[in-house]
């Protein structure tokens, strides 16, 4: 079946640093992909939908110059946190949608983001 | 995005099926019903869909009533690996997927 890589599945970083995390399509072309972020006890959140080739378009409340999304080609996307602070501790999860759209949207195993 | 109502959480015994509700009154006629799940520290696991035929695969088999206004999601024979949240999802094919609090599903030894 279709498989979403999402790497490092966890980092831990300082203050102030930024932290990029991809998100990979392993065997299907994915024209969409969705970043969602999960805190403890909570449902995801999506936070952005991003096209290939294209700019993200960012659900409300999300800042898009904090979380930084490129989606250069049908297979990758990553997401930079800038300047990371402990308040951005949180589960990120990745999803890839094909690009023939009667197949289901499919998700990363996420990425547990601590800052220090 | 039609709203869906579905229980906080349910037990269900080893070996039983798992009959989960779901009930989006507010349907339109464009859109499917999505269920995932997701088990403690992944991401989410694609189930099943539908749009107005009940359906089947290898997981699970869902249900969905004649008016559309709910179904149902048949785990047929629960096992502990099948202790996860589940959420049942309604939206336009191609649309995006926005996550309710879903149901919190114990399968109990």
């Known amino acids: 079946g279709a498989v979403v890589s999402q790497h490092p599945s966890w980092v831990i970083c300082k203050s102030g640093t930024s932290v990029k995390i991809e998100c990979r399509s392993l065997?299907?072309?994915?024209?969409?992909m969705f970043w969602y972020r999960q805190f403890p006890k909570q449902s995801l959140m999506l936070m952005a939908t991003?096209?290939?080739?294209?700019?993200?378009?960012?659900e409300q409340g999300v800042e898009k110059d904090k979380f930084l999304i490129n989606h250069a080609s049908l297979t990758l996307s990553t997401l930079t946190v800038t300047s990371a602070h402990p308040e951005d501790s949180s589960f990120y999860i990745c999803?890839?949608?094909?690009?023939?759209?009667?197949?289901?949207?499919?998700f990363g195993d996420g990425t547990r983001l601590s800052i220090l | 995005d039609a709203k869906t109502t579905q229980p906080t959480s349910m037990d269900c015994a080893e070996g039983r099926a798992a009959n989960l509700p779901c009930n989006h009154s507010?349907?339109?006629?464009?859109?499917?019903v999505y269920w995932y799940r997701q088990i403690h520290s992944q991401g989410p696991q694609y189930i099943i869909h539908?749009?107005?035929n009940n359906e089947t695969n290898e997981m699970a088999s869902l249900i969905i009533t004649e008016d559309r206004k709910s179904s149902t999601l048949i785990l047929p024979h629960a096992t502990l690996r099948d202790t996860a949240v589940y959420y049942c999802i309604v939206r336009p094919r191609d649309d995006k997927i926005i996550f309710g609090k879903g149901t919190r599903l114990h399968i109990l030894p």
């Open positions: 991003s096209n290939e080739g294209s700019k993200a378009t960012y």
């Open positions: 507010t349907i339109s006629g464009n859109e499917y």
């Open positions: 539908g749009l107005k």
């Open positions: 065997d299907f072309q994915a024209t969409t």
């Open positions: 999803s890839a949608r094909e690009a023939y759209r009667d197949q289901p949207q499919h």
